[in-house]
């Protein structure tokens, strides 16, 4: 079974940039595709940014793509969201979560890899916080 554990949330400014990290273990690493969401208070969640194990994307939500890289650590067997260009609307929970069933998509896939119904293993979350 396929452990996954965020970190690297905080506090921070306006502007400044973050670090998430997405540790995943219980399983080959890389094998999996993974994708990283956010939820603010009252909102639903979305969609931040995915990687996918067949090696197309990455994906991006809206708003995200220029600000937000998604990239694999191999070495550390984590899937990391470096966040620039911080704003309050940028604070949430962000979760990360995998696709552990074996399913796939073809063609376009985009929709695929934003939908959270794609992913059957979630972590815990790790909080972030933009003052303005």
């Known amino acids: 079974q396929v452990q996954l554990v965020e970190s690297g949330g905080g506090l921070v400014q306006t502007g400044t940039s973050l670090r998430l990290s997405c540790v995943v273990s219980?399983?080959?690493?890389?094998?999996?595709?993974i994708g990283w969401f956010r939820q603010a208070p009252g909102k639903e969640r979305q969609f931040v940014a995915a990687?996918?194990?067949?090696?197309?994307?990455?994906y991006y939500g809206d708003s995200m793509e220029g600000r937000f890289t998604i990239y694999m650590d191999n070495a550390q067997k984590a899937v990391n969201l470096q966040m620039n260009s911080l704003t309050p609307e940028d604070t949430a929970t962000y979760y990360c979560?995998?696709?552990?069933?074996?399913?796939?998509?073809?063609?376009?896939?985009?929709?695929?890899?934003?939908?959270?119904?794609?992913?059957?293993?979630w972590g815990q979350g790790t909080q972030v916080t933009v003052s303005s």
């Open positions: 990687i996918a194990r067949d090696g197309t994307g990455p």
């Open positions: 979560a995998a696709e552990t069933q074996g399913q796939t998509c073809s063609g376009s896939c985009a929709w695929y890899y934003a939908s959270p119904r794609t992913y059957d293993s």
């Open positions: 219980g399983s080959t690493f890389g094998f999996w595709d």
